[in-house]
T-cell receptor, first 111, second 115 residues
Framework: SQKIEQNSEALNIQEGKTATLTCNYT??????LQWYRQDPGRGPVFLLL?????KEKRKERLKVTFDTTLKQSLFHITASQPADSATYLC??????????FGSGTKLNVKP | GAGVSQSPSNKVTEKGKDVELRCDPI?????LYWYRQSLGQGLEFLIY????????KSGLPSDRFSAERTGGSVSTLTIQRTQQEDSAVYLC?????????????FGDGTRLSIL
């Protein structure tokens, strides 16, 4: 089965800096890779999706990259704000509707 | 509201009891997913429905777990003879149609505690 690695240690950064979160996977590359935000006690909320043939995707202050050679996706938040503090999950989507989620990385943005 | 609704939000029960968890997906969404999230763990896929049928039940941990969906809408996840290791947050998600390119819309989950 697929193994997904997201940094289990919290990422602490200063407000205004760029946060970079990593999602590494083993085995075969997914057709699609999604990123979600999860706040304590809440369900995940969809942020961005990138396809296997796309290198980069942007949405406002968010940017996702996808490197199938490295088997890695990077998730960037520019000009970070304390309100960006949350846990961020990556999810690998395969044909036949199979999804694998990482355990997430907690981001703390300090004012 | 217009989002995915799950009930109850919290459930505490004794080991050996049966529990039933409910999910109301977004109206018109044909795909529905159940996941389990344990503390510090990723979401563990349990089952997904396309309409009323369940093409993939591979994630159900044991035969104590079952799920159904009626009318292409509401779904229930039933756990029989609960064990302490069943304690987790159970999340439901829906999407307009099945597909790995479809964003999933999650409810806030049911936090299940087995004493």
């Amino acid at each position: 089965s697929q193994k997904i690695e997201q940094n289990s240690e919290a990422l602490n950064i200063q407000e205004g800096k760029t946060a970079t979160l990593t999602c590494n996977y083993t085995n075969y590359s997914p057709a699609y890779l999604q990123w979600y935000r999860q706040d304590p006690g809440r369900g995940p909320v969809f942020l961005l999706l990138i396809r296997e043939n796309e290198k980069e995707k942007r949405k406002e202050r968010l940017k996702v990259t996808f490197d199938t050679t490295l088997k890695q996706s990077l998730f960037h938040i520019t000009a970070s704000q304390p309100a960006d503090s949350a846990t961020y999950l990556c999810a690998l989507g395969y044909n036949f509707n199979k999804f694998y989620f990482g355990s997430g990385t907690k981001l703390n943005v300090k004012p | 509201g217009a989002g995915v609704s799950q009930s109850p939000s919290n459930k505490v029960t004794e080991k050996g009891k049966d529990v039933e968890l409910r999910c109301d997906p977004i109206s018109g969404h044909t795909a529905l997913y159940w996941y389990r999230q344990s503390l510090g763990q990723g979401l563990e896929f349990l089952i997904y429905f396309q309409g009323n049928s369940a093409p993939d039940k591979s994630g159900l941990p044991s035969d104590r777990f079952s799920a159904e969906r009626t009318g292409g809408s509401v779904s229930t996840l039933t756990i029989q003879r609960t064990q302490q290791e069943d304690s987790a947050v159970y999340l439901c998600a829906s999407s307009p149609q099945a597909g790995a390119d479809q964003p999933q819309h999650f409810g806030d989950g049911t936090r299940l505690s087995i004493l």
